[in-house]
Protein backbone atom coordinates (compact mmCIF):
# COMPACT_ATOMS: atom_id res chain seq x y z
CA UNK A 1 0.00 0.00 0.00
CA UNK A 2 1.14 3.29 -0.59
CA UNK A 3 0.07 6.30 0.71
CA UNK A 4 0.20 10.20 0.12
CA UNK A 5 -1.31 12.95 1.93
CA UNK A 6 -2.27 16.33 1.07
CA UNK A 7 -4.19 19.19 2.29
CA UNK A 8 -1.77 20.86 5.07
CA UNK A 9 -0.73 24.59 4.12
CA UNK A 10 -0.83 27.32 6.58
CA UNK A 11 -3.67 28.52 8.53
CA UNK A 12 -5.09 31.14 11.05
CA UNK A 13 -5.54 30.11 14.74
CA UNK A 14 -9.41 29.13 14.89
CA UNK A 15 -9.29 28.07 11.47
CA UNK A 16 -9.78 24.77 9.41
CA UNK A 17 -8.09 22.56 7.30
CA UNK A 18 -8.78 19.40 5.58
CA UNK A 19 -6.38 16.35 4.77
CA UNK A 20 -6.64 13.82 2.86
CA UNK A 21 -4.75 10.60 2.29
CA UNK A 22 -4.78 8.32 -1.18
CA UNK A 23 -3.86 4.94 -1.04
CA UNK A 24 -3.17 2.50 -3.66
CA UNK A 25 -4.23 -1.07 -4.24
CA UNK A 26 -7.58 -2.90 -4.39
CA UNK A 27 -6.96 -4.13 -0.54
CA UNK A 28 -7.63 -0.33 1.28
CA UNK A 29 -10.84 -1.82 3.15
CA UNK A 30 -8.73 -4.72 4.67
CA UNK A 31 -6.80 -1.91 6.44
CA UNK A 32 -7.53 0.34 9.81
CA UNK A 33 -6.14 3.72 8.79
CA UNK A 34 -4.68 6.30 11.34
CA UNK A 35 -3.17 9.80 11.63
CA UNK A 36 0.00 10.93 13.45
CA UNK A 37 1.78 13.93 13.93
CA UNK A 38 5.35 15.00 14.57
CA UNK A 39 7.01 18.07 15.65
CA UNK A 40 10.91 18.27 14.74
CA UNK A 41 12.29 17.31 18.17
CA UNK A 42 9.81 15.19 19.17
CA UNK A 43 8.22 11.71 19.05
CA UNK A 44 5.51 11.17 16.53
CA UNK A 45 1.83 11.28 18.14
CA UNK A 46 -1.04 9.87 17.51
CA UNK A 47 -4.04 11.97 16.76
CA UNK A 48 -6.66 9.67 15.33
CA UNK A 49 -7.52 6.32 14.00
CA UNK A 50 -10.77 4.31 11.98
CA UNK A 51 -11.58 1.01 11.47
CA UNK A 52 -12.12 -0.84 8.25
CA UNK A 53 -15.57 0.13 7.59
CA UNK A 54 -15.72 3.96 9.38
CA UNK A 55 -17.63 1.98 11.92
CA UNK A 56 -15.10 3.05 14.84
CA UNK A 57 -12.60 5.81 15.44
CA UNK A 58 -10.56 6.63 18.12
CA UNK A 59 -8.90 10.49 18.60
CA UNK A 60 -6.34 11.89 21.02
CA UNK A 61 -7.92 13.78 23.97
CA UNK A 62 -6.15 16.84 22.53
CA UNK A 63 -7.73 16.91 19.03
CA UNK A 64 -11.45 15.26 20.55
CA UNK A 65 -14.31 17.48 19.56
CA UNK A 66 -12.09 19.33 16.87
CA UNK A 67 -10.49 17.06 14.50
CA UNK A 68 -12.98 14.10 12.64
CA UNK A 69 -11.77 11.04 10.86
CA UNK A 70 -13.13 9.31 8.52
CA UNK A 71 -13.20 7.19 5.01
CA UNK A 72 -14.23 6.54 1.70
CA UNK A 73 -13.82 3.12 0.94
CA UNK A 74 -14.70 3.86 -2.63
CA UNK A 75 -12.30 6.45 -3.48
CA UNK A 76 -9.37 4.91 -1.33
CA UNK A 77 -9.62 7.37 0.80
CA UNK A 78 -9.08 8.82 4.17
CA UNK A 79 -9.83 12.18 5.38
CA UNK A 80 -8.47 14.48 8.46
CA UNK A 81 -11.21 17.29 9.36
CA UNK A 82 -9.46 19.72 11.34
CA UNK A 83 -11.53 22.63 12.85
CA UNK A 84 -10.42 25.39 15.29
CA UNK A 85 -6.90 24.97 14.87
CA UNK A 86 -4.13 26.22 17.11
CA UNK A 87 -0.62 26.67 17.21
CA UNK A 88 0.19 23.55 18.96
CA UNK A 89 -1.30 21.55 16.42
CA UNK A 90 1.45 22.68 13.73
CA UNK A 91 3.65 19.27 12.96
CA UNK A 92 4.23 17.34 10.07
CA UNK A 93 0.47 15.05 9.44
CA UNK A 94 0.96 11.39 8.38
CA UNK A 95 -1.29 8.95 7.07
CA UNK A 96 -0.56 5.65 8.16
CA UNK A 97 -2.12 2.36 7.54
CA UNK A 98 -2.27 -1.35 9.70
CA UNK A 99 -3.31 -4.78 8.99
CA UNK A 100 -6.12 -4.98 11.39
CA UNK A 101 -9.93 -4.28 11.51
CA UNK A 102 -10.26 -1.94 14.50
CA UNK A 103 -8.31 1.40 14.55
CA UNK A 104 -5.03 1.76 16.81
CA UNK A 105 -3.19 4.51 18.57
CA UNK A 106 -0.12 2.58 18.72
CA UNK A 107 2.12 3.34 16.19
CA UNK A 108 3.97 0.51 16.24
CA UNK A 109 0.53 -1.07 14.66
CA UNK A 110 0.99 0.28 11.51
CA UNK A 111 2.70 -1.00 8.29
CA UNK A 112 2.40 1.56 5.43
CA UNK A 113 3.40 5.00 5.86
CA UNK A 114 3.12 8.85 4.00
CA UNK A 115 6.14 11.10 3.87
CA UNK A 116 3.68 13.53 5.35
CA UNK A 117 1.95 16.84 4.93
CA UNK A 118 3.26 19.84 7.00
CA UNK A 119 0.42 21.73 8.82
CA UNK A 120 1.53 25.71 10.41
CA UNK A 121 -1.22 27.19 12.04
CA UNK A 122 -0.21 31.22 13.08
CA UNK A 123 -1.27 32.52 16.17
Known amino acids: VQLVESGGGLVQAGGSLRLYCAAS????????MGWFRQVPGKEREFVAA????????NYADSVKGRFTISRDNAKNTVYLQMNSLQPEDTAVYYC?????????????????WGRGTQVTVSS
Open 96 to 112: AAATLLQPTGWSSNYNY
Open 50 to 57: ISWNGGST
Open 25 to 32: GRTFRSYA
